[in-house]
């Protein structure tokens, strides 16, 4: 017995270092991707939207930006250096590995470890200090709000010439959805009295930080046709953007197929694994599993031995780009990869009940603000995640990688575009609920300004910002406006006036409530802006529209003079939440209220109202029209150009048209069209129809003239159905762009 | 938009008093089944946090679990935190629609000093009155989730009604 188990003891420990050396051999082995590639400042990658500086704590209000980074553990005098890159040059892959490489320019004298952590709240290197991150906004913690753990950590020693940190995680965290604030660089050590001196951006670029990220792209081109009991897939395998990683190549795509929702973020193939044809991955069937290099593949009874698809049904496709080692384009991290390119059609026997979605893009969570275009080219998103997207409004591909900001952004952002822009520049101005406003360079993504208006704290904000374009307007530059959502007080908001080059406010903004209006002998309270302003050329003023305490007895329809501040009250309207419109010839505004009232104490819902307002005096043309469909949903639409005017708006339960006549003034209602928790409704010169969403999963297409529904574009009408939000419509490619509640933006060819 | 307060109300001490002799006496009583399996100092404690939703402008905050989008303009989600180690922490709050798809996400950093034993609150606020979940009519069971340091720790759903 005793010998027996003594051979066992030793054919045990034999296969156990038999083990230990396979595995050894396997970590050993270079990781396999197909491509990569290195971020560094150079003659042909700028690193735009690079930045780094040194947050010294002996200094604590200085900002440190120069040819050094700086990191030390000395007690009282702790240096952190602080970097984010730019990851321009891959805006649509799925990354497998990254490294950050720190160049020594001066070492310590002593062995000493460094941390990458990543940073937690957004900041701008010309700005950042050790109390400051931006503007005037601190940090929650002095010396940089980062992670408690560091990503990645590297020693250096007084013969060190580089510090390189593993950051895979991070990077691949980045392209799905959380905010890129780069990293901060801090000695795990301190206190100690090691310094390492580091080349930073400025420097030359030899000793410019390094990002080496190796990843998987995503198809491109990818579109989806339907037709009887089929639908046709076509892609495109793109060309390399890095350099190979040994001898992979791009080989085929695998393909997961789900109906009435798309396939959801935990559900991919697994790196170096072949998935079995017609298996099932999370909530994904493999539908098509190839390796020769297709670009097509026709889902029907011929080709898709899974099961063809049926007619009448949206079926939603993930397309996953294989290289020849069976690494796919998705980010294997544990909370489920949300950046493989998707599309969806809806197969029917007839040409006319066919759909198809032209593309398909993530944006990580809600937003159901109208996307704002650049038509033909651009269409920009917010997310309540702090990032921005630009969206190229053919393929539907990322023009570059999200843009990390401070805060959500819950309102449109209007992107106007080089020629109409007094900055040169196509250019997209930005209110989030970090309360600080930007101007972003819709080319390259970098920030052009970015400013928090107020001397300390920060303003609330949730309507987005209008711009009167110096083009139109004369002056000597674009000014943006917009208002604060500051809850604690019914009374005393502000709206602000910023120079659209610089940021800087105007001589008469703020404007603060209570506000001395032209109007009335009495200053007058402002409450809560929700909304977002509107630029009245023709009469050179700018209207917005706020709360008034859920009663009458303050006035919620602002009417400013953009040069003065000189501000007219329009009294007794209600609360209003919904943003006014103009008809084309700005002869008459239109608004439309909450409908609430304070009942005993409580504010309670009640009718709303649509009022036609003279905006040469403010006085109201004739009686509201008053509905009895809750409040109205983000501005009403005027459709035509001459009076009578056709106004459309929703409410709660359904879509409304009016006409107005000027003379006599008076409302008529046309017709009611009932849809679940319409958006915006949306129409264009010369179309016979009017396009809304809805928390159906669709938008509806209704005919004009009758509100009936004519035919529905599905965005998500399964497990994960979501709201859509307000639509925008691109006259060049004649598509419509929505965003919706199940965390992308879709884009349909119109009419439907 | 976030913020963090550090409690320091004598009664809320008081609390803490009373329930650290409870836990005590406890201790004593079951044999020391906190203790770490080498029998040494017990294995601290991990991180834990409760809920609560206010009506910010209500005069007070009793701890409610449904909510008018009409009459309420914010909701305040406060997060108590217990057994934080002292350190730089990152919070992710997830704010989930009803369905369970993603309305927001903000992270918080925050630090908490060695040997502290101040209650940590993190407070967001959540705009309602004229936002997307009055005017598309988002009602129904939502959920906060809170993680620490990228490691989920508590959940807990609120109702809002029209």
Redesign the interface.
Same mark, same amino acid.
């Given at each position: 017995m005793y010998q027996q188990h003594s051979i066992i003891r030793l054919e045990r420990t034999s296969w156990r270092r038999w083990c230990a050396l396979v595995t050894a051999l396997l970590i050993a082995a270079p990781v396999i991707a197909r491509e990569q590639i290195v971020l560094q400042k150079s003659g042909t990658d700028p690193q735009a939207r690079g930045e780094d500086a040194t947050l010294n704590q002996a200094s604590p209000n200085s900002n440190n930006v120069g040819n050094t980074l700086t990191v030390s553990g000395i007690t009282g005098a702790n240096d952190r250096a602080i970097l984010e890159f730019d990851l321009s040059r891959i805006p649509n892959v799925g990354v497998k590995s990254a490294t950050l490489t720190l160049n020594v320019v001066t070492a310590p004298s002593a062995s000493v470890t460094y941390g990458a952590y990543p940073v937690? +709240?957004f900041w701008q290197a010309n700005a950042a200090t050790w109390k400051t991150r931006v503007a005037t906004t601190t940090?929650?913690?002095a010396g940089g709000? +980062?992670? +408690?753990?560091a990503t990645g950590t590297a020693t250096v020693n007084a013969s060190s010439t580089t510090a390189a940190f593993t950051v895979t995680g991070d990077v691949q965290n980045w392209y799905n959805?959380s +905010?890129n604030y780069g990293w901060l660089i801090k000695d795990q050590g301190a206190p100690d009295t090691s310094t390492t001196v580091f080349g930073s951006k400025q420097a030359s670029n030899a000793t410019s930080p390094e990002l080496t990220v190796q990843f998987v792209q995503n198809v491109t081109g990818l579109t989806a046709t339907p037709g009887n009991a089929s639908v046709t897939l076509g892609w495109k395998i793109p060309a390399l953007i890095g350099t190979p990683v040994g001898a992979e190549t791009y080989k085929g795509v695998v393909i997961l197929r789900r109906a009435g929702s798309p396939v959801d973020k935990s559900s991919f193939p697994t790196d170096k694994v072949n998935p079995t044809l017609c298996s099932t991955l999370g909530t994904g069937v493999v539908v098509f599993n190839d390796s020769t290099g297709q670009t097509s593949f026709t889902d029907n009874v011929a080709n898709d031995t899974c099961g063809a698809p049926a007619n009448g049904t949206t079926y939603f496709y993930k397309v996953f780009l294989r290289d020849s080692s069976n690494y796919y384009s998705y980010q294997p991290i544990a909370n489920g990869s949300t950046y493989t390119d998707e599309i969806s059609a809806t197969p029917a026997a007839t040409v006319a009940a066919q759909q198809n979605t032209q593309w398909i893009a993530a944006t990580?969570?809600?937003d159901?603000a109208s996307p704002s275009l650049i038509p033909g080219l651009v269409a920009a998103m917010g997310s309540? #995640?702090?990032l921005l997207f630009f969206i190229n409004a053919v393929s539907g591909m990322r023009q570059f990688v999200p843009i990390s900001l401070g805060?959500?952004i819950?309102s449109r952002s209007p992107l106007i575009d080089a020629a109409s822009s007094s900055t040169g520049l196509d250019i997209d101005y930005v209110t989030d609920?970090?309360?600080l406003i930007y101007a972003i360079n819709t080319d390259t993504g970098v920030i052009d300004w970015v400013v928090n208006p107020i001397t300390s704290g920060?303003l609330?904000l949730?309507g987005g910002p209008a711009v009167q374009l110096e083009s139109v307007a004369g002056g000597s530059n674009d000014v943006v406006f917009f208002g604060t $959502?500051n #809850?604690?007080t019914t009374t005393a908001n502000q709206i602000f006036a910023l120079n659209g080059n610089t940021g800087a406010n105007l001589s008469w903004s703020p404007l603060t409530g209570p506000i001395m209006v032209t109007n009335s002998m009495t200053a007058q309270n402002l409450d809560?802006i929700?909304?977002t302003p509107l630029v009245d050329y023709v009469h050179g003023v700018i209207w917005v529209t706020s $709360?008034s305490a859920c009663g009458t007895a303050q006035p919620s329809l602002w009417q400013i003079n953009p040069t003065t501040g000189a501000t007219m009250a329009i009294p007794n309207l209600g609360?209003i939440?919904a943003s006014p419109t103009l008809t084309y010839s700005s002869d008459v505004l239109f608004v439309g209220t909450?409908g609430?009232s304070i009942v005993g104490t *409580?504010?309670?819902?009640g009718n709303s109202s649509i009022y036609a307002i003279n905006p040469t005096t403010g006085a109201p043309l004739g009686l509201p029209y008053v509905s009895t469909d809750?409040?109205i949903?983000?501005y009403p639409v005027v459709l035509n150009a001459a009076p009578p005017y056709f106004v459309i708006f929703s409410g709660?339960t359904a879509v409304h048209l009016l006409t107005f006549s000027v003379s006599p003034p008076a409302f008529t209602p046309v017709w009611s069209k009932t849809i679940a928790?319409p958006?915006a409704p949306i129409s264009y010169t010369g179309s016979s129809y009017v396009y809304v969403g809805s928390?159906d999963g669709t938008i509806h297409e209704l005919l004009l003239t009758t509100g009936a529904d004519i035919k529905d574009e599905v965005t998500n009408i399964g497990a994960?159905?979501? *709201?859509v939000?307000d639509p925008s419509i691109d006259e060049v490619l004649s598509r419509i762009y929505v965003t919706t509640?199940?965390?992308r933006a879709y884009g349909f060819t119109i009419p439907f | 938009?976030?913020r963090?307060i550090h409690l320091a109300a004598r009664s809320y001490r008081n609390s803490i008093f009373l329930a650290a002799l409870v836990l005590f006496a406890a201790i004593q009583f079951s044999g020391c089944q906190m203790t770490s399996a080498n029998g040494g100092t017990p294995p601290p404690a991990a991180p834990s946090a409760t809920f609560s939703f206010c009506d910010?402008?209500a005069p007070s905050c009793d701890n409610e679990t449904s909510f &008018?989008a /009409?009459?309420t303009?914010?909701l305040e989600v406060k997060v108590s935190w217990q057994n934080v180690p002292a350190? &730089?922490?990152?919070q992710t709050l997830e704010i989930l629609?009803p369905?369970?798809?993603?309305?927001?996400?903000?992270?918080? @950093?925050?630090?908490v000093s060695q040997g502290s034993d101040e209650p940590l609150v993190a407070i967001q /606020?959540l705009?309602v @009155?004229?936002?997307?979940i009055?005017?598309?009519?988002?009602m129904g069971e939502w959920t906060a989730r809170v993680s620490l340091?990228?490691q989920v720790v508590a959940t807990q759903t609120v109702e809002l009604t029209?």
């Open positions: 937690s +709240a940090w929650t913690t709000d +980062a992670a +408690a753990t959805g +905010a990580f969570a809600t159901l309540q #995640t702090d805060g959500s819950a609920q970090d309360g920060a609330s949730q $959502r #809850t604690t809560i929700n909304s $709360r609360d939440d909450v609430d *409580t504010c309670t819902a809750g409040p949903v983000s709660t928790n958006s928390s994960t159905k979501g *709201t939000g509640t199940d965390q | 938009m976030f963090l910010k402008e &008018s /009409t009459a303009r914010d350190g &730089s922490h990152v629609l369905g369970g798809n993603l309305y927001q996400q903000t992270q918080m @950093a925050f630090g /606020t705009p @009155a004229g936002t997307w009055q005017q598309r009519h988002l340091d990228g029209p």
